[in-house]
């Protein structure tokens, strides 16, 4: 960790290709004879893209971007899901030009798809589920799927459409801990079989948390899709990438207010979580030190919710330590900004042997780019 902050300097996302293959190891062992997208919102770096692909992985996509990443690695035909509750015609072409199967949201979408398409539709179980609100997709209130009540008529409509529809989605939610939440969701998908005979597929979406319990979880998703007589899809994100990636992040020095704070090169631009989630993500001191005490952890916006963790024990910190952010390698170099003209760090693997630079530090030129001079606006003919 050292050596990489030394060569490629901080913050820096750090991932480990030996955590990433045992992940999806673990992936493999608990759903066999079930087709994995990697729902690639989590961490969409082509070479983490290449990686998933070569070991059989298809990738879900969720808008024109993701979509064309998923070109980019060669990713086509039954390889590639599109998703998302508002898709554009763009999507719905590059989806169809390239062969992938489209989830569909809500009924009028049936009148939306490119003509031929293979299709899930996405159900809304209905259901609370243990996890932050923002990460609740499956409750009544929710915007995502269509109801219970409606997913015969989608079907149906499908079908009359001249689509092939391939059976049911459900995805209830991210960092989701207690698998119970998961048996409840997929018995409510059972429940349709009266109404919907035999499908080919059910997708039974990720939201695994980390610490879930995965043979639980397969177990059940396994059971819904012999109910159907449904060959099993899954869409892990976070559960693939997560524990691979570390945020690595300087210590700038320290104040102390009403608490006491040690500030870090890191903040709200590259690691959203705790802010917008109140995540906590594991924090370790790289350094040595005597005696241990208790500090906020904040970044250099200027922003009083810029705070990485609270309340983490550490040895006293000195300017130019390093502190280690785990747990970061889903939805944290993703959701990373250029908020106040920020480079977004750089991503680096390592191999096992070595450090490979997956993507270079930001330049201020770069956050920049799509900025026009007036001259650039008119020969662009604005
Ligand atoms: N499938 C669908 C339809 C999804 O909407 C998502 C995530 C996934 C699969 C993958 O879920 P995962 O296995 O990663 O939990 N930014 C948030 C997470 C948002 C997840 C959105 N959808 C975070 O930082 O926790």
């Known amino acids: 960790m050292h050596e990489a902050a030394r060569r490629f300097g901080t913050p820096l996302y750090v991932y480990d290709a030996a955590e990433l293959d045992a992940a999806l190891g673990r ?19 082509l070479h983490l893209l290449r990686r998933l692909l070569a070991a059989g992985v298809g990738f879900e996509c969720v808008s024109a ?29 590059a989806g169809a030009r390239l062969g ?24 809304n179980p209905a259901l609370e589920v243990s996890t932050h609100d ?4 499956g409750a009544a209130q929710s915007k995502f799927g269509v109801s219970l009540a409606q997913v015969p008529g989608v079907l149906a409509a499908l079908r009359a459409a001249g689509h092939t529809a391939l059976g049911l989605h459900v995805h209830i939610g991210s960092a989701i801990r207690n698998a119970d939440d998961f048996t409840a969701a997929f018995g409510r998908l059972r429940d349709l079989r009266a109404v919907t005979g035999p499908l ?53 020095g320290t104040k102390h207010t009403g608490r006491d704070f040690v500030l870090v090169d890191a903040g709200m631009t590259e690691l959203l979580r705790p802010m917008l989630y109140g995540a906590q993500h594991p924090v370790t001191a790289l350094w040595e030190g005597r005696g241990q005490s208790v500090w906020d952890v904040a970044g250099p916006a200027c922003e009083s919710g810029d705070l990485l963790a609270r309340a983490v024990t550490l040895p006293a910190p000195r300017p130019g330590d390093l502190l280690a952010i785990g747990e970061a390698g889903a939805y944290g170099a993703a959701m990373s900004s250029g908020y106040l ?28 780019a799509a900025e026009l001079t007036p001259e650039e606006s008119q020969s662009a003919g604005y």
């Open 27 to 45: 992936v493999r062992a608990a759903f066999r004879d079930t087709r994995v997208y990697y729902a690639m919102k989590a961490n969409p770096n």
């Open 65 to 93: 971007g993701e979509i064309a990443r998923a070109e980019q690695v060669g990713a086509a035909g039954e390889r590639l899901i599109v998703n998302g509750p508002a898709k554009s015609a763009e999507e719905y072409q």
């Open 100 to 123: 992938a199967t489209f989830i569909v949201d809500r009924e009028e979408e049936v009148g939306l798809l490119p003509p031929g398409s293979r299709a899930l539709v996405r159900v």
């Open 134 to 137: 923002h990460l609740a997709t």
């Open 200 to 252: 080919e597929v059910l997708d039974a979406g990720g939201g695994w948390g980390l610490d879930a319990d995965l043979g639980g979880i397969a177990r059940e998703a396994h059971a819904a899709a012999a109910h159907f007589g449904a060959q099993l899809w899954v869409e892990p994100g976070r559960y693939l990438v997560a524990q691979a990636g570390t945020l690595l992040t300087q210590v700038v």
């Open 341 to 368: 003209t920020r480079s977004r760090p750089a991503e680096v693997l390592w191999t096992g042997e070595a450090w490979q630079l997956l993507r270079r530090r930001e330049t201020p030129q770069d956050v920049w």
